[in-house]
């Protein structure tokens, strides 16, 4: 049997949905203090991620809690680097003092979206996780920067496809100040997500096909319908024959 991970974003203020979403999922990425959470959001996902099985990976941002890291921000690299290892750091603590570990990380927002197109940038995420632990996988944009940067860096990594974000016809993510950018209709969900998973492409937002093949699905845990169309996305996969399990480094 076919399998696909099944990833979300929670610790980011929505604690009712990360109660319910978590469950349907098989790896989650909770915020860790540059754009959301603290240490107490951190232990709280990390308890619901122990409690049902799901891989904990970190999900660190620009240091722009004002923004929720969704802004570019003019920031030296020396202190970028200290702050996404300070973030990665503090919630591998927490899951350590839960008996858990970290699998993976997966930079938010803005950092994820500059990172995906300058190498420079993907090139000091990827050295910031090989510093704080070798074994983390890295998270990033399939056919972006990152995996590549990744791999360069001697990493292993989850090229990542969206179920409910529109892409660009160069294979990026259409940017969420575009109106049409996050996906809200079920039935478009469901096309992408077999397009994607199955015939390895998605159909652009300008109508042009881009070959796609992520090893991670993401769904966005700060939308209204988070929860229904995380249980939308295993009943498709299951109806066709793929199984949802984390990827293991």
């Excluded at 197109?117 to 632990?133: F, G, K, S």
């Amino acid at each position: 049997m076919r399998h696909i991970d099944l990833n979300a974003d929670v610790g980011e203020g929505f604690g009712a949905t990360d109660a319910a979403l978590v469950p349907l999922l098989s790896s989650a990425n909770i915020a860790c203090g540059g754009h959301a959470g603290d240490a107490g959001t951190m232990a709280e996902c990390v308890a619901l991620c122990q409690a049902h099985g799901v891989a904990i990976g970190a999900h660190p941002s620009y240091p722009d809690r004002e923004g929720f890291g969704r802004r570019d921000v003019a920031i030296d690299a020396h202190d970028l680097r200290a702050s996404l290892s300070a973030q990665i750091r503090a919630l591998a603590d927490v899951a350590q003092a839960s008996g858990a570990r970290l699998t993976h990380v997966k930079p938010h927002g803005a950092l994820y979206n500059r990172a995906a197109v300058d190498p420079v940038l993907a090139a000091l995420v990827a050295d910031v996780v090989r510093q704080v632990d070798p074994s983390l996988l890295l998270m990033g944009l399939a056919g972006s920067c990152v995996p590549l940067a990744g791999r360069a860096a001697g990493l292993g990594v989850l090229a990542e496809g969206f179920a409910d974000r529109r892409y660009t016809e160069h294979g990026f993510l259409l940017p969420r100040n575009v109106v049409s950018a996050v996906i809200e209709d079920s039935g478009e969900v469901r096309e992408q997500l077999l397009s994607m998973v199955l015939e390895g492409c998605v159909v652009s937002a300008c109508g042009s096909t881009v070959h796609i093949e992520p090893d991670t699905v993401c769904l966005h845990g700060d939308g209204p319908h988070a929860v229904a169309f995380a249980r939308l996305v295993r009943k498709v996969l299951g109806e066709a024959g793929v199984g949802i399990r984390a990827v293991k480094a």
